[in-house]
């Protein structure tokens, strides 16, 4: 195995990688051990005075690994087993995204039949007692919300999925512990607030211990689910410093950790580094396992149309939002709607968005609900792909009746104030 080690001082950070050449389950045992044994093994992560483990997996949607969007099961299931070997108690704990059934997406990825058959706790952290947690030195937030359990770990494991995301471009380590927070509303409010800026009070609180990232198979484009596509790429990526391997992870994705808000705000935050001068790599090099091209979302909002006839105006929107209306433009419009267009149109995304009355203008989501009966507007919070569909192709065609589509993705008519 190759090593990048020339330019590492000697206050560096481990980062390590290695190669799984197969996506069998003997290929990957013998991945993360080599991983693993990078850091002394188990034993050299987790100290013996260690009470109680959360393993926090990937797991925000009942979607296979294979999609690029949840982790490999059997990376749980070997943490579980090598972390009880030492005779600590550990569990598995997540809260899937927004409106997401934790229970279903355990279910479907098996992960509660790992954990059944291991007989360790796995927690829905969206059905539990919850708890306020204090901030210590604020960014943004004074309390994080989370499962009563968490703050009885004292050790914790991100196992991220190597993944793009159309509004932070990546979710890697410190992205995964978002998944932490109780309650849909409050993960809504990170959004409205700063998810960039919340996610460095989050971490701070509940900074992972070891972060493992899985990029088997990746996700790059649209993501942080469909049309997001599957990116085989066949490695291993951790260390004990989650901006250190988020930055790791970032160069092999072909991005600079810099230009990713909430890993820069992280490294000047005093949380790990984001400079490879000081990361040593272990096992392969970046470059060895580097993709030629990985594909990922623009970095600002207004890009976020990839059609002439369709333009973004930004008025900060959430997540929620963006990634309804990526997943629509990118993978759901039909592209002879766009080919037989005889107008252009405006879409207004976010609450700070405002109407230039310029007559081609769609508002859409709730926190622009102020605009409906005076432009065509979508309810929802977010609204689902398909409610876009009929006003899109009205606008394109010249039609921007002031009319409304509920959550059915029926269009009413809406009498002018």
């Known amino acids: ?59 925000m949607t009942g979607k296979p690994w294979t999609t690029g969007i949840t982790v490999h099961p059997y990376l749980i299931e070997h943490l579980v087993i090598a972390i009880k070997k030492m005779g600590l108690n550990v569990i598995v704990g997540e809260g899937a995204g927004w409106c997401d059934d934790s229970l279903k997406a355990f279910n479907t990825t098996g992960v509660t039949e790992i954990c ?25 937030l004074k309390n994080i919300l989370v499962d009563e359990i968490v703050p009885e770990c004292d050790f914790i494991v991100s196992l991220a999925k190597m993944k793009t995301h159309c509004e932070t471009i990546v979710s890697l380590s410190l992205k995964n512990m978002k998944g932490l927070i109780a309650e849909d509303r409050e993960r809504l409010r990170y959004h409205l607030l700063d998810v960039n800026r919340c996610l460095i009070d989050l971490n701070k609180t509940f900074k992972p211990n070891f972060s493992l990232v899985e990029g088997i198979i990746g996700l790059e484009g649209i993501g942080p689910l469909m049309p997001g596509k599957p990116k085989p790429l066949g490695i291993l990526i951790g260390g004990k410093d989650p901006v250190a391997v988020d930055t790791v992870c970032t160069e092999i994705m072909g991005l600079n950790p810099m230009d990713i808000r909430h890993i820069r705000y992280a490294y000047e935050a005093g949380l790990g580094t984001a400079n490879l001068d000081e990361i040593e790599i272990q096992g392969e090099t970046i470059a060895s396992v580097k993709p030629d ?64 009355d310029t007559g081609k203008e769609i508002a859409i989501g709730n926190c622009l609900k102020r605009y409906r009966g005076k432009i065509p507007f979508v309810s929802g919070c977010p609204p689902p792909s398909d409610a876009y569909l009929e006003l899109v192709e009205r606008g394109l065609k010249g039609d921007f009746g002031v009319k409304t589509v509920n959550l059915d993705a029926e269009v009413i008519d809406v009498p002018s104030e």
């Open 293 to 356: 091209t990985y594909q990922y979302p623009p970095q600002e909002i207004e890009g976020l149309s990839p059609f002439e006839s369709i333009k973004i105006v930004n008025g900060n929107p959430c997540s929620n939002c963006i990634a309804s209306l990526a997943s629509y433009l990118h993978g759901y419009i039909d592209k002879g709607v766009i080919k037989r267009a005889t107008h252009s149109i405006d879409i207004l995304i976010g609450k700070r968005a405002k109407s230039r």
């Open 1 to 59: 195995m190759d090593r990048e080690s020339e330019r590492v001082s000697s206050t560096s950070s481990t980062v390590a990688i290695t190669r799984i050449k197969k996506p069998e389950k003997a290929e990957i045992e013998q991945g993360i051990t080599d991983l693993l044994e990078f850091f002394g093994g188990v034993e050299g992560i987790i100290p013996v005075h260690t009470k109680r483990v959360l393993i926090k997996p990937n797991l």
């Open 116 to 140: 059944k058959r291991l007989n360790v706790p796995l927690i829905d952290f969206k059905r539990g007692k919850s708890v306020q947690v204090p901030v210590s030195d604020s960014t943004i």
